[in-house]
Structure formats: structure tokens, C-alpha cells
């Protein structure tokens, strides 16, 4: 892998993993059209994924710092039996409603994750197009909800539980795993700021899991990374989903939201018809046309 194709995947990476437009689908389309899905497929998208961690961590560092103190804090509410459901700050009951979040994501994995292998691995796109679609459905019907007033204290078991469970579905290449959680939040009347930092936290557990699930796979071909590309994975990916966050909150916050909408339905239409002709003619679109 050239240093220009692993800046280009970290761009997208970047960008499209905070961005409600979802990342796997994009990098899943890059590689379809382009064929890089080598040898170093599974280790650079390891690399990429910590990179977006880094992002998560230094837009909310904050929040997280509270939340990580809080969350020792009530370990030892716990083990000294002082810790009450009915009696938790805001901060505590964000990190209980970010465990109950990540339940179904282990129950979908459980059921469904040779299901997501096998459309993650496959050679065509319809299932992309139709992905694309889905996210583009859950923005517009957030659209509509953009006026909520919870904020981190006021999250129940069935908000998490209902944001969890559109987090289980972004697995799939096209869906958007931001998208959809923030998506969810809103439709449960979570505010705008509340709605946001759920979502990207939320995801630093379920990234680290699919990480760590990914290293089992790692072969010594996936190991030929030259230091320099893996430095520019890590930096552009960070850079670019930093700035990507703040992308997200401002347009949310400007209730200019609905550009995603308008931009995955567009862009689930084409792929759709792109991978309909290639499944029609058994070429590529690439050939048919060059």
C-alpha cells in the first residue's frame, strides 16, 4: 500500500466515520471500484479505526474524564453497597445507559455476525445501495425531531436500549453506525448536544470490540505495513474525524442535518442502479465503461 492510498482511506475513514454517511459502505465502495482490499486490508482498517478513537477521545475529553471518574466512583458505591438506581447524577446514569446501549450490539453479534461477514466479503453493491438507503430513511425521520430537551441524566433503559439496537444493524456496509444512533436519539427526545455525545461514546466500546475481534484475523501478509504508511492512517484519521465531529455538531446545532439525508439517498440511488447493471452484464461497471 502507497502512502497516497492510505491517506486517501484515512480521508474517508475520517470523514465517513462520524459523518452520518456511513464508513464501511464508503471504504467498501473505494474497494470495490478501486481493489484494494489486499493483503493489508484487515490490519490499516485496525489502524484507522484507533485513529477515529483518538478523534472521539480529544472532541470530548471532558465528558469522557468525568465519565471514567464517575465510573470508579461507583465502582466502590458498589462493593461498599452505597450505589441506588434512584439515586444516580447524570454522569452515572450515562455510563449505566451506555452498558444497557451495548447489549443488543452483543446479541446482534452473536446472531448476525456471519451474516455481516459474508455481506462485508461479497462482490457486489446492491446491498450498499440499499444500506444507503436505510440511513438515509433514519436521517429524514430525525429530521423531524430535532427538538428534544434530554439531556445525559434524562436518558431511560429504552432510549439506550432502542439506540443500541440501530447500532446492532450498522455492521452493515451502508448504514451508518453514527447515523443511526444519533438518529435514535433524537427520536427519543435526546437534545442535540446529548444526542451527539451518546452516540460517539457509545462507539469508542463498540469500535474497540470490533477491533480486538478483528486481530484474531490478522495474518503476517496483513503485518506489511511500512511505518510511514501506518503513520499517516493514524494521523489523517485522527485529524480528519476530529474535525468531522465538529462538522456533525455544527450542522446539527444549525439544524442543517437533512444534507446527509439528501446526500445517502442520492448516493443509495446510484449504487444501487450501479450494482443492478453490474449484476445484470457480470461486469464491473469500471469495465463497461473504460
Not at 91 to 119: C, H, Q, S, T, W
Not at 141 to 161: C, E, F, P, S, Y
Not at 247 to 252: A, K, N
Request: hydrophobic share 55%; aromatic share 10%; proline share 3%.
Amino acid at each position: 500500500m502507497s502512502i497516497l492510498e492510505a491517506f486517501i482511506q484515512a480521508v474517508i475513514q475520517g470523514l465517513t466515520e462520524f459523518l452520518p454517511v456511513s464508513s464501511s459502505g464508503h471504504l467498501s465502495l473505494f474497494q470495490h471500484f478501486t481493489g484494494l482490499s489486499g493483503e493489508s486490508g484487515i490490519m490499516f482498517s485496525i489502524i484507522l479505526h484507533i485513529g477515529t478513537l483518538v478523534a472521539v477521545v480529544g472532541a470530548f475529553y471532558k465528558l469522557i474524564w468525568a465519565l471514567i471518574k464517575e465510573f470508579f466512583v461507583m465502582l466502590k458505591d458498589i462493593f461498599t453497597g452505597k450505589f441506588s438506581f434512584k439515586n444516580m447524577n447524570p454522569e452515572r446514569n450515562m455510563i449505566i445507559m451506555i452498558i444497557v446501549a451495548l447489549l443488543p450490539l452483543v446479541v446482534f453479534y452473536l446472531l448476525l455476525g456471519d451474516v455481516y461477514k459474508a455481506v462485508a466479503s461479497d462482490n457486489d453493491i446492491i446491498v450498499e445501495g440499499c444500506c444507503f438507503l436505510i440511513t438515509a430513511l433514519l436521517l429524514f425521520v430525525a429530521d423531524r425531531r430535532l427538538n428534544g430537551k434530554k439531556t445525559k441524566g434524562d436518558i431511560t433503559a429504552k432510549d439506550a436500549l432502542i439506540i443500541g439496537t440501530l447500532q446492532g444493524i450498522a455492521p452493515l456496509p451502508g448504514v451508518s453506525r453514527s447515523g443511526s444512533t444519533i438518529s435514535a436519539g433524537l427520536m427519543r427526545g435526546l437534545d442535540k448536544a446529548t444526542a451527539v455525545a451518546f452516540s460517539f461514546i457509545l462507539g469508542i466500546p463498540a469500535i474497540l470490540g470490533g477491533s480486538v475481534m478483528e486481530l484474531k484475523e490478522v495474518t503476517p501478509a496483513d503485518l506489511n505495513l511500512s511505518i510511514p504508511v501506518i503513520i499517516v492512517g493514524l494521523v489523517v484519521s485522527a485529524v480528519v474525524g476530529f474535525l468531522s465531529i465538529k462538522m456533525v455538531q455544527w450542522l446539527l446545532n444549525s439544524d442543517k442535518f437533512k444534507i446527509f439525508m439528501i446526500y445517502t439517498f442520492i448516493l443509495g440511488v446510484v449504487v444501487l442502479t450501479v450494482g443492478i447493471i453490474e449484476l445484470v452484464s457480470g461486469q464491473s461497471i469500471v469495465t463497461l465503461l473504460f
